[in-house]
């Protein structure tokens, strides 16, 4: 089993950029693939990013504003989200699979953290 344990979700300013933290324990060997979802209010689950082997990939409505990147030594991955606008509102979740390559399928993942809750105000 795999635990992910998302941090750095808060109120910030449009414009203004946070980083979120996604920590992972247990079997940790076992996960390639790491990724970012979100959820806004009223609205289906969503590809963010993903990294895999240092590969990464973003969802267009991000791009060129958000950063996926990991650090195997404290097997945590980063989202860095700079130029926050109203519309990113919304919870984030951190994702793992067990398999090599980038995935945007929510279902081809297997270990979900909670969520951390990221609301940026007009």
């Known amino acids: 089993q795999v635990q992910l344990v998302e941090s750095g979700g808060g109120l910030v300013q449009a414009g203004g950029s946070l980083r979120l933290s996604c920590a992972a324990s247990?079997?940790?060997?076992?996960?390639?693939?790491m990724g970012w979802f979100r959820r806004a209010p009223g609205k289906e689950r969503e590809f963010v990013a993903a990294?895999?082997?240092?590969?990464?990939s973003y969802a267009d409505s991000v791009k060129g504003r958000f950063t996926i990147s990991r650090d195997n030594a404290k097997n945590t991955v980063y989202l860095q989200m700079n130029s926050l606008k109203p519309e990113d509102t919304a919870v984030y979740y951190c994702?793992?699979?067990?398999?090599?390559?980038?995935?945007?399928?929510?279902?081809?993942?297997?270990?979900w953290g909670q969520g951390t809750q990221v609301t940026v105000s007009s």
């Open positions: 994702a793992a699979a067990n398999i090599i390559g980038i995935v945007i399928r929510e279902q081809a993942y297997d270990y």
């Open positions: 990294w895999s082997g240092g590969s990464t």
């Open positions: 247990g079997r940790t060997f076992s996960i390639y693939t």
